[in-house]
């Protein structure tokens, strides 16, 4: 079957604007996490969404920083006023269960690059 | 702070087996131990995750320590194509945050 998609693949933008990424999970499943990889640098968790539950938001990185999932479908990571140091890939995973119960499955991310 | 910690970096010879450490202080009871890997520009991918007792899969074997505050990735055969970055996982204890070890870089000489 499908696999996590996202889209852009790749964005460029200009210091300033505001950018959106999608990111499509595996049908059915239930949790859906965000991540963001700096060039060279390890992965570091932003978010994650359990079926209709509230995120916990405060692994955001700032308040540029918001996220949106509606039920157990698509979700949107959204970056206003974006800056220099935002230039990362943007990785989605989604897991049929949450809380780590199952494997989380990555898409091939979204490379951002602020200019 | 919640804290998971790993080895920047560890090296091993082709056919040998690898032990990759991990600690994660601050786990919960509940929540599960994961690792990850990552290929040289690929996305991460899924190696194992186990709970509290030792858990085996095609790709390694885990080895969670009786207080589940440490566990161990085991690669039984490195090859060459598992270097790679490997990743450590754990939920903070009591939130819905996933705290990340920085990755331990594995170089398999052949």
């Known amino acids: 079957g499908a696999g996590v998609s996202q889209s852009p693949s790749n964005k460029v933008t200009e210091k300033g604007k505001d950018v959106e990424l999608r990111c499509d999970p595996i049908s059915g499943h239930t949790a859906l996490y965000w991540y963001r990889q700096r060039l060279g640098q390890g992965l570091e968790f932003l978010i994650y969404f359990q079926g209709n539950s509230a995120p916990d938001k405060s692994g955001l990185p700032s308040d540029r920083f918001s996220a949106e999932r509606t039920g157990e479908s698509v979700s949107t990571l959204t970056i206003q006023r974006t800056q220099q140091e935002d230039s990362a890939v943007y990785l989605c995973?989604?897991?049929?269960?949450?809380?780590?119960?199952?494997?989380?499955?990555f898409g091939p991310g979204t490379r951002l690059t602020v200019t | 702070d919640a804290k998971t910690t790993q080895p920047n970096s560890m090296e091993s010879n082709e056919e040998e087996p690898v032990h990759l450490p991990c600690n994660h202080s601050t786990i919960s009871g509940t929540d599960y131990i994961h690792w990850y890997r990552q290929l040289p520009s690929q996305g991460p991918e899924y190696v194992i995750h186990g709970l509290t007792s030792n858990v085996n899969n095609r790709m390694a074997s885990l080895a969670i320590a009786e207080d589940r505050k440490s566990s161990t990735l085991i690669l039984h055969r490195a090859t060459l194509r598992d270097a790679a970055v490997y990743y450590c996982i754990s939920w903070v204890g009591g939130s819905e945050k996933l705290v990340f070890g920085k990755g331990t870089k594995l170089t398999v000489n052949p």
């Open positions: 995973a989604s897991s049929e269960r949450g809380r780590g119960l199952d494997e989380q499955y």
